[in-house]
């Protein structure tokens, strides 16, 4: 552990300019640049909110409100986009960086901190302009907001996790990647941020709690919804799971760090 973050500190210089580096390559040479970053889950919320606003917005437990339905909506996008993003660059993250991992004195724990703090921004930017509509529209939940931050730190924590058993495994079947690509989708609709869990036959929920990021946004929208601290009991499942999956991916890589450099 103390030589992970003395590696850290020596490459912190590194790892900015990669962080600096993917923005520019992301954005350069697009018209409208970093405001892609705002458009694209904007557009998936607008859409979302214009076919089911209606429909849902009746269905969600004890709220009432003119934007409650939206709120729940981008409570829910917003933290899936995060899980998404870190997840899908995982899963890439040894096979796009074959160049660095064969050099012997690259620190390889670089790799996932980079694609963590790019995605944190990306996420940190879109959902500081979700804070000013609940401030702008008097839905801001007060001093319960800063419940995001335990429940974002169980997300990273199982998504890292996640990613990077995926991404070494990827390295010698490089079919994982595109069929986690479908399975997100189907994740995406087993997990209640479209619709809420109280529309579901009795037998669903206790289907749907197999599901670790389940805990995760319900925790999400009750602080945007209800204004309510979230029950940190439930997130305990995807916590220890996350640790129990960044153990395995530790112990993966070092058993097979030589056959990792061969296979890229």
């Not at 300019?17 to 040479?29: G, P």
């Not at 996640?162 to 479908?182: C, E, K, M, S, Y």
């Not at 009750?222 to 204004?227: G, L, N, Y």
Request: with cysteine; aromatic share 14%; proline share 5%.
């Amino acid at each position: 552990m103390k030589d992970m973050i003395l590696a850290i500190i020596r490459y912190r210089g590194f790892i900015i300019s990669s962080v600096k580096r993917d923005f520019q390559l992301r954005y350069q040479r697009s018209m409208l640049g970093g405001c892609w970053l705002i458009l694209q889950p904007l557009s998936l919320i607008m859409v979302y909110t214009l076919i089911f606003a209606n429909i849902m917005k009746a269905k969600l437990p004890g709220v009432d409100g003119t934007f409650a339905y939206s709120i729940y909506l981008c409570a829910g996008l917003l933290t899936w986009g995060l899980f998404v993003e870190i997840l899908n660059r995982s899963i890439t993250i040894f096979v796009e960086n074959s160049n660095l991992l064969k050099k012997l004195n690259f620190p390889r724990i670089c790799l996932p901190i980079i694609v963590v703090i790019s995605s944190i921004i990306n996420f940190a930017i879109i959902f500081f302009l979700f804070t000013l509509f609940l401030l702008i529209t008097k839905n801001f939940p007060g001093s319960v907001y800063l419940n995001i931050i335990p429940i974002l730190l169980v997300l990273l924590i199982f998504v890292i996790g996640l990613g990077l058993v995926l991404g070494i495994l990827n390295v010698f079947f490089r079919d994982i990647a595109q069929l986690f690509g479908i399975v997100t989708q189907f994740w995406f609709w087993l997990t209640p941020i479209v619709y809420p869990v109280t529309i579901l036959p009795e037998w669903a929920p206790k289907f749907l709690r197999i599901n670790p990021v389940l805990s995760i946004i319900e925790s999400m929208q009750k602080i945007f919804i209800q204004h309510h601290t979230p029950d940190y009991s439930s997130l305990f499942y995807p916590f220890i799971l996350g640790v129990l999956l960044l153990m395995l991916s530790g112990y993966l890589f070092r058993k097979h760090a030589g056959e990792i450099v061969d296979e890229l």
